[in-house]
């Protein structure tokens, strides 16, 4: 596992338990820094993602629920939910990766660590996001 991936599952882990207890991304981070070793090498890539998703998140969210047709984003499923809140983060704010890798790479993640039918559905939202999103200017 390259550590991009292993990063992005990282913060997968300390979005969710922002989900879960409703505490800040730094607080998350550092606890999940005491408890778990983060991945030597990818601790910057974490903290980018993690503090980008909670920057960002209400302008992800909005593009998101726009998206998500017959859906309110509240009935997704959690970690369906933040797996593509950091792809719908690295689509629109980081140029230097390109979306077809967050899509990608979105849906590994949801194949490990969700359903075998969220792929197909994150598959679908990223892919009407990169066709329909535009980027932010940095």
Known sequence: MGLRRKAREQALQVLYAGEMNGSPAGENLADFGANFSLAPGS???????VFGVEEHRERIDGSLAILVKNWKLERITQVDRVILRIAAYEILFEPDIPPAVSINEA???AKRFSTAQSGKFINGILDRLQLEGTREEN
């Not at 601790?43 to 980018?48: D, G, L, V």
Request: proline share 0%; no cysteine.
């Open 107 to 109: 849906i590994e993640i």
């Open 43 to 49: 601790e910057e890539f974490t903290r980018r993602l």
